[in-house]
């Protein structure tokens, strides 16, 4: 159910898809599917949290080979996200393509974007601060914002390099960010 969801809602949008065809494509009952889930609006924030986790995994495994260079790590999380958007994304970004959707902060759904671009700004953060950066959130918070702009420029096809060009502004603002030897 969760897969039927997690496809139809990306490709589709999630007002765009209805329970009756969200039961019909994962082969269960609106009944089933009220039992697992309780409302449409729980499957949304569910979809979104694993999609959330799918993510992290993947930054996570991409990341690995830097474990020991955070300032590069903060680097390669523009490559990864390129991997990830020509893999994972050809609409955009799942979060922000929900977030447009939901806007009542009180839909679960809402909640689960949120709470998603949180923890991206916490890893960065953390990598910053691993990093001996100088203002490591402030920092954090222009590499989220970079990631965030590419994802949209590619989408859009307003800039199809962005990720690659982002990761080259982030370079100069880490440079600028490193602490005199």
């Keep these: 159910m969760l897969d039927a969801a997690s496809d139809l809602f990306y490709r589709r949008g999630i007002h765009g898809v209805g329970v009756d065809e969200l039961a019909a494509t994962a082969g269960v009952t609106k009944k089933t599917l009220y039992a697992c889930f309780g409302s449409k609006d729980a499957l949304v924030a569910r979809y979104l949290r694993e999609r959330d986790r799918r993510w992290r995994d993947f930054l996570t495994e991409g990341l690995a080979p830097y474990a020991d260079d955070p300032a590069r790590a903060l680097l390669a999380s523009f490559d990864v996200l390129q991997d990830?958007?020509?893999?994972?994304?050809?609409?955009?970004?799942?979060?922000?393509?929900?977030?447009?959707?939901?806007?009542?902060?009180?839909?679960?759904?809402?909640?689960?974007?949120?709470?998603?671009?949180?923890?991206?700004?916490?890893?960065?953060?953390?990598?910053?601060?691993?990093?001996?950066?100088?203002?490591?959130?402030?920092?954090?918070?222009?590499?989220?914002?970079?990631?965030?702009?590419?994802?949209?420029?590619r989408t859009t096809g307003s800039v199809p390099d962005a990720p690659r060009r982002a990761r080259a502004v982030a370079a100069t603002l880490v440079a600028a960010a490193a602490r005199p030897a």
């Design 84 to 153: 990830w958007m020509d893999r994972e994304d050809p609409r955009g970004c799942g979060f922000v393509n929900a977030l447009a959707e939901l806007p009542s902060a009180d839909h679960p759904g809402h909640r689960a974007v949120l709470e998603q671009k949180r923890r991206l700004l916490g890893l960065l953060t953390e990598l910053a601060v691993a990093a001996d950066l100088t203002e490591p959130e402030d920092l954090a918070g222009l590499i989220l914002l970079l990631h965030e702009g590419a994802v949209v420029t």
